[in-house]
């Protein structure tokens, strides 16, 4: 393997553990940190996120972070395992299919799958944008424990 291919690897696995490192410390601009500071988040499929009221438009790290910051408290436990990696030396890219696994503070467990494609810096040691798709069922079924979860804290 080329040094290209092992940093575009090594900054791919940087990411998807960057769920767990955050969930752990529960400090969400840990998901930025293989990110550039300017990186766009294009989370897909458009039509889901339409039929759930959201906008389908790139999304800073600062709007990803607050998303994760405010769901924290439902959270015991995250973890993101790499099933798949397809690295691009030509292109600097890599594609990742990642299961995450997350433990709830009711102790509701459930798996996500989602599917990854990082463009990287030239120098591939940070990603400049990530277009993610997601298991919109599950992504449901999780949207109502987290809300059900925060809203009898809030009480």
Do not use: W
Request: proline letters at 3%.
């Amino acid at each position: 393997m080329s040094a290209t291919y092992i940093k575009i690897q090594t900054t791919a696995r940087q990411f998807a553990n960057s769920y767990k490192d955050a969930f752990s410390v529960k400090d969400a601009s840990v998901l930025s940190s293989a990110l550039t500071p300017d990186c766009k988040r294009h989370v897909l499929p458009s039509s889901f996120l339409a039929s759930q009221g959201m906008e389908a438009k790139p999304i800073s790290n600062a709007e990803f972070e607050a998303i994760i910051r405010n769901e924290f408290p439902a959270f015991k436990s995250c973890e993101a395992s790499i099933v798949r990696t397809s690295v691009d030396e030509t292109q600097k890219s890599a594609s990742l299919i990642v299961e995450q696994k997350c433990v709830l503070t009711d102790g509701r467990e459930y798996a996500l799958d989602f599917a990854y494609f990082l463009d990287l810096t030239d120098d591939c040691d940070r990603i400049k944008a990530v277009t993610q798709f997601m298991d919109t069922t599950k992504f449901v079924e999780t949207r109502v424990c987290i809300r059900e979860i925060l809203s009898a804290k809030q009480a």
